[in-house]
């Protein structure tokens, strides 16, 4: 990967697509920016839009509407196109109409010599990201998804919040796919150093448990009540996706709730899911594997179970 220019290109420039541009220019997190889409004159009006702020940014970026070509020396591709959840719409249900709208990318990616990191946004974004590996035939490492990674954000807000304690000193992790069986494994959860379920334990407050469960079920049904409310989620995500590239172009060595290949790590292999990752420069450096009990292992194989039924059938 080069250091003197990072660079990244947005395929689909929806919603999704533009909070995470606008997130990377105020963050200046890269150098070039591409904006790809099959309505051409929407990402030249996006680009036109973002270039328009630049006097105000904190950053030197150069943003463009481009072509697949623009891909050949890019660090990262990052997919948001696809139809969007309709309300009431599971994840899962967008699979089909997804799936084909892929074709159509990532061969003409993978054609103009792109060999950075593919970073997968659609949903549901952990068959969405499987099926980018397959078309792509690349490693799997340099592929990933979003995964878990704003679900775990929603987590650790949630929890800040009834704990009195600010999120980023919550360690809590959501797993599985990001979607309806995605679960909270609370035995690795903490407050600072200490196990939340010691606290559980320690307070012996009225309905502690209870409100546990309730946040994890919170978490599980945000994007639901987002869209309910306002037709689509984006913002989060968008934020989402600008932490992963950070983590990438800066080669942190960060750990974060990626969508990312099991190949025997918790008992699971063939598939894509939200595990906590060691992120660098070359997409996922490796999985750390957490010391889950026998019952959020069996969560995570039933999470695994149900992706790799949805997968089945689509090549």
Same mark, same amino acid.
């Given at each position: +990967?080069?250091?003197?220019?990072? *660079?990244?290109?947005?395929?689909? =420039?929806?919603?999704?697509?533009?909070? @995470?541009?606008?997130?990377?220019?105020?963050?200046?997190?890269?150098?070039? $920016?591409?904006?790809?889409?099959?309505? *051409?004159?929407?990402?030249?009006?996006?680009?036109?839009?973002?270039?328009?702020?630049?006097?105000?940014?904190?950053?030197?970026?150069?943003?463009?509407?481009?072509?697949?070509?623009?891909?050949?020396?890019?660090?990262?591709?990052? #997919?948001?196109?696809?139809?969007?959840?309709?309300?009431?719409?599971?994840?899962?249900?967008? $699979?089909?109409?997804?799936?084909?709208? %892929?074709?159509?990318?990532?061969?003409?990616? /993978?054609?103009?010599? %792109?060999? !950075? #990191?593919?970073?997968?946004?659609?949903?549901?974004?952990?068959?969405?990201?499987?099926?980018?590996?397959?078309?792509?035939?690349?490693?799997?490492?340099?592929? +990933?998804?979003? !995964?878990?990674?704003?679900?775990?954000?929603?987590?650790?807000?949630?929890?800040?919040?009834?704990?009195?304690?600010?999120?980023?000193?919550?360690?809590?992790?959501? +797993?599985?796919?990001?979607?309806?069986?995605?679960?909270?494994?609370?035995?690795?959860?903490?407050?600072?150093?200490?196990?939340? +379920?010691?606290?559980?334990?320690?307070?012996?407050?009225?309905?502690?448990?209870?409100? $546990?469960?309730?946040?994890?079920?919170?978490?599980? =049904?945000?994007?639901?009540?987002?869209?309910?409310?306002?037709?689509?989620?984006?913002?989060?995500?968008?934020?989402?996706?600008?932490?992963?590239?950070?983590?990438?172009?800066?080669?942190?060595?960060?750990?974060? /709730?990626?969508?990312?290949?099991?190949?025997?790590? @918790?008992?699971?292999?063939?598939?894509?899911?939200?595990?906590?990752?060691? #992120?660098?420069?070359?997409?996922?450096?490796?999985?750390?594997?957490?010391?889950?009990?026998?019952?959020?292992?069996?969560? $995570?194989?039933?999470?695994?179970?149900?992706?790799?039924?949805?997968?089945?059938?689509?090549?």
């Amino acid at each position: +990967m080069r250091v003197d220019k990072r *660079k990244v290109v947005i395929v689909g =420039t929806g919603m999704v697509g533009m909070s @995470y541009a606008y997130c990377l220019l105020n963050q200046s997190v890269c150098d070039e $920016l591409v904006l790809i889409d099959v309505n *051409k004159v929407r990402a030249e009006g996006e680009a036109m839009d973002l270039n328009h702020g630049l006097a105000f940014a904190n950053s030197n970026m150069t943003i463009y509407a481009g072509e697949y070509g623009d891909c050949t020396d890019a660090d990262i591709v990052v #997919i948001c196109a696809g139809v969007a959840q309709k309300p009431g719409e599971t994840r899962l249900d967008l $699979l089909k109409r997804n799936a084909e709208v %892929f074709r159509s990318i990532i061969d003409p990616v /993978t054609s103009s010599g %792109f060999n !950075g #990191i593919f970073l997968v946004a659609t949903n549901p974004v952990d068959i969405m990201t499987r099926i980018t590996c397959v078309l792509s035939g690349f490693n799997p490492r340099r592929v +990933m998804g979003s !995964g878990t990674a704003l679900d775990t954000a929603r987590l650790r807000y949630l929890l800040g919040g009834y704990l009195k304690a600010d999120p980023r000193n919550v360690h809590a992790y959501v +797993m599985g796919e990001h979607g309806d069986s995605e679960f909270v494994p609370w035995s690795q959860a903490l407050l600072a150093t200490k196990p939340i +379920m010691d606290l559980c334990t320690e307070r012996g407050e009225e309905g502690f448990c209870d409100r $546990l469960e309730e946040i994890e079920r919170e978490v599980r =049904t945000a994007a639901y009540k987002i869209i309910e409310a306002k037709k689509a989620t984006y913002y989060g995500i968008g934020m989402a996706l600008t932490r992963i590239t950070k983590a990438i172009l800066g080669d942190e060595h960060s750990v974060l /709730t990626v969508s990312a290949m099991l190949r025997g790590e @918790y008992g699971q292999r063939d598939v894509f899911v939200g595990v906590p990752c060691i #992120i660098n420069q070359n997409g996922v450096q490796s999985i750390l594997p957490l010391s889950l009990t026998d019952a959020e292992l069996e969560k $995570l194989a039933k999470s695994c179970d149900t992706l790799r039924e949805s997968f089945e059938g689509i090549f």
